[in-house]
């Protein structure tokens, strides 16, 4: 609230704590100067993935309150973020230094490329929050519709899942009662990964 116009939130989690916040203090929404939030799951093209995601199932009610505050929102869901992949050339090349961080990196990240891998048939672990992350940095690796997004309350199996529209608020004949979002539809791989992988280097150098 002290510095209205330049704090960008980037909520890789449920976003309980978002929430809350806005329900405390509404004037919020207008005082970030946006949201970019790593969740949701508007089109669900890979069959390994399910149709309501992790962050948004754990708190749907939240999910709910911060698309419709009114605050400027990006999600990157799912449908996304699994066109993005770490290889094992890639961890190597980020991990060369002799640092304590890369070896812990290295330790932590080759047992899931392996059993992703294997299991999954992809060349790589799915990069979910560094692309939202990096999303911020360079809007560039997105392309983005504006849609109409809101997070399903009642459904006994669909419970957090997220529906959208294109067309604007209202539109239709049975009304979503969400927000209005720029949903993340397109990636720019080869860009994201430009951005990410020097960055992920030098932390680690």
Known sequence: MAAPGEITLVPIGPLTN???????????ATAVREIVCMGGNVRGQHP????????????PEAGQVVFRSGAQVTM?????????H???E???AVTASDTKAAAFIRRITEPWIRF????RGIPGCWL?????????VDRGVLGTVRMEVGVELRGEITYGQTIARRGGLGSGIR???????????????????????????TALS
Do not use: C, W
């Open 128 to 136: 979910h929050d560094p692309l939202a992350v990096v999303a911020v």
């Open 116 to 119: 992703v891998r294997e299991q």
């Open 86 to 88: 770490l290889t094992p």
């Open 18 to 28: 978002v929430a809350l916040a806005l329900s405390l203090e509404p004037r919020v």
């Open 175 to 201: 009304p979503l009662r969400g927000g209005a979002l720029d949903v993340a539809v397109t990636v720019d791989t080869l860009r994201f990964i430009e951005r990410f992988l020097p960055g992920l280097t």
């Open 76 to 84: 990157v869901g799912l449908d996304v973020t699994t066109q993005t």
């Open 48 to 59: 390994a993935i399910a149709a309501v995601e992790f962050n948004l199932a754990n708190d």
């Open 90 to 92: 890639d961890l190597d």
